[in-house]
């Protein structure tokens, strides 16, 4: 039994490797696609930028995994606040007042969540044992 529960772990470890690495392929291919529709454009936006650093951040937080076996929580917390801004900046003339009350109060609460988890790793650190 436990020769079987090894293998099905070590089947698991692998099918996880393929999916992170086809996230990150899918990444770099985004990438691509985004830096030819600004050559094409013949012009760099925020918007882009903003787009282009999601991807970076994905792309790292996939490198991270990979590396550690851990995923790094903040990660997608950051990538979610960019990703509010860009929408904020992308669609300004269309939100009203209420909506970007919404939009600010999200990132506010994610920037809560941030600093409590900052804030819990450093007050209640991990022992060695627990560590996940």
């Given at each position: 039994?436990s020769k079987l529960k090894n293998t ?6 692998f099918v996880?490797?393929?999916?992170l690495m086809i ?7 985004a990438?691509g696609v985004e830096i030819?529709?600004?050559?094409q454009?013949m012009?760099?936006t925020?918007?882009d ?11 790292a937080?996939?490198g ?7 995923l790094?929580?903040?990660?997608p917390?950051?990538?979610?606040i960019?990703?509010?801004?860009r ?12 909506r ?12 809560v969540a941030i ?12 022992s ?5």
């Amino acid at each position: 039994m436990s020769k079987l529960k090894n293998t099905g772990h070590k089947v698991l470890l692998f099918v996880e490797e393929i999916g992170l690495m086809i996230i990150a392929l899918a990444t770099v291919i985004a990438i691509g696609v985004e830096i030819f529709s600004m050559i094409q454009a013949m012009s760099v936006t925020l918007s882009d930028l903003l787009l282009l650093f999601i991807y970076l951040e994905v792309f790292a937080m996939a490198g991270i995994y990979l590396k550690s076996g851990k995923l790094p929580v903040l990660m997608p917390l950051y990538i979610s606040i960019v990703a509010v801004a860009r929408y904020m900046i992308l669609d300004m003339k269309n939100l009203d007042t209420l909506r970007i009350l919404g939009l600010a109060g999200a990132v506010l609460l994610i920037a809560v969540a941030i600093l409590s988890i900052r804030f819990g790793h450093i007050k209640f650190p991990y022992s060695n044992e627990e560590d996940c």
